[in-house]
């Protein structure tokens, strides 16, 4: 009876619990029918509450989202570590390419000094031609009056020998020879007697006019001696004038340098008046050079501290009377220091020339030469000269050797683009590489001398004006 009971109560609970699943069946499948035909996204109020979470998935959750929220963190790390490397790379690049131009302007300048290298070497080049050429004519020459000496010496010798072997034969034969033979020979050595006192005549015209060359010639050296004396003694008078003339010069409160007196033409004139305006006053170092060495064509005095070069300038309307004359206008080899008879005597020229010898006792223009010499270039790249009106200070940027042919004389420039041009000839000609810069609105002041080495070479230095500013 009990086990029927509990029988058909383990049915009945069967029983129950099929129909459960069976309604919980139908529930889902009409919610899966609800949810194809009405979406929850179109549909807000058919959406089924969710069912609450619990503790655990709270917990899990929240993991994934921490995760989630590291990985994006990770990420954005990532992302700016990225940036960073990508600019790096970019600001490398900059830099990279910075380094490309100045390579690329170092290259230009390297260029531009390997062009002024081979300037240099051709000019060198030339200088060295033209001193193979100089020595070996003078290689021909002295190779001509040593065979010209060997041939008088043996031209003597054989002279001497055939006299002596003649005496000889002629001491035999008159002991030897008949009485009757001895008036024939005897009219033989009377022959050759007169041979030998013409040969004597000749050997004394000889050594009479030798006697005469050497004369003439310590005449010359006495009168090139005398000259010198005479031009260093005018050169002491004008040093001794010049520095007494800047003494009283110092000593004096009036102003030193007078500026001329504007034109008529000048917009800063004033009115006309029936007074004339009188000529701007000369410096009283000009006004002293002039009054004591009696020459009103003295226009400047030149000074470079350290050198011989310490004279006064003077001009005429030719470029040739200086050349041989001193500054007392008295003929004189060595000549004078002379300003073109283009320039203005004012320094007004873009270019002012001066001219002088370079004498071999060192004075004059003579230590031009040592300018080639880096360390004399440093040490004495100073100019002192004085005008008419002003007291200037000049910088000295190139010096070079160079022949008459090239135009380092140009004194005036038709545009600015001319003049700087050779500006920048003058630079590449320099054996010197100056640190001095030069510009178009620079006035040039050049200094010339032979070199003594070819009749057409020259010693060319150049300076630009630096007080007072042009």
Known sequence: MKYRQLQTLLSSIIYFFQGFVKAVSQINDKEKQRTILFPEDSFEFARAPKPRESAKDARARKAREDAQRAQAKKQEEQDRKQAERDEAQAEQARIQAERDKAQAEQDRIQAERDKAQ???????????????????????????ARIKAEEAAKAEARIQEAETRQREEDAATEEDAPVQERPRRTSARGKKKNSRRAFSILLNVAIVALSLLILYQLYMMAKYYLELRANEKVSQLAVSVMQNALHEQAASPSPVVITPAPSADSDDAPAQTEDVAAPPQLLSVIEALRRELQNDDIVGYITIEGTNINYPVVQTTNNDFYVSHNLSKEKNASGAVFMSYINSPTMTSRNTILYAHNMKNGSMFHDLRYYSDRQFFNEHRTIHYISLYEE??????AIYPTSTSVNYTQTDFTTLAEFDAFLQDLQLRSVVKSNVEVSQSDTLLTLSTCTNTAEDMRYALHAKRVYPQP
Do not use: G, L, T
């Not at 200037?392 to 940027?397: A, K, P």
């Open 392 to 397: 200037s200070v000049w910088e000295i940027f």
């Open 118 to 144: 081979a300037e240099q070497d051709r000019i060198q080049a030339e200088r060295d031609k033209a001193q193979a050429e100089q020595d070996r004519i003078q290689a021909e020459r002295d190779e001509a």
